[in-house]
């Protein structure tokens, strides 16, 4: 049984950093998608980045470039979501997935059918 258990998050100052993880545990796949998404109250779930896991280029969100970062840690199987230079406009629940199709992390188009999700976590940004 796949699992995603995300950890990070919580509250910061305009300008100021958090790092999202994103455990991932029961894939048998070799490689796979994994992408970073969130929701604002109010506001439909959107792409903020993904990544083909054992390498391959990342994708970004235009709200998001230059300021975020996914990375990946295959030893650990783990996904990171490294945020900068945080806005208030970032405040939303955050959630990883993981998909086992690898033409959902090409083309930076973000789409929400990946199969499994995390529990997500809250980023709030205050001015």
């Known amino acids: 049984q796949v699992h995603l258990v995300q950890s990070g998050g919580g509250s910061v100052q305009a300008g100021g950093s958090l790092r999202l993880s994103c455990v991932v545990s029961g894939y048998t796949y070799s490689t796979y998608c994994m992408g970073w998404f969130r929701q604002a109250p109010g506001k439909e779930r959107e792409g903020v980045a993904t990544?083909?896991?054992?390498?391959?280029?990342?994708y970004y969100a235009d709200s998001v470039k230059g300021r975020f970062t996914i990375s990946q840690d295959n030893a650990k199987n783990t996904v990171y979501l490294q945020m900068n230079s945080l806005k208030p406009e970032d405040t939303a629940m955050y959630y990883c997935a993981a998909d086992p199709w690898l033409g959902y992390c090409s083309g930076g188009r973000f789409t929400l059918r990946f199969a499994d999700w995390g529990q997500g976590t809250q980023v709030t940004v205050s001015s």
């Open positions: 990544i083909a896991t054992g390498g391959g280029r990342a």
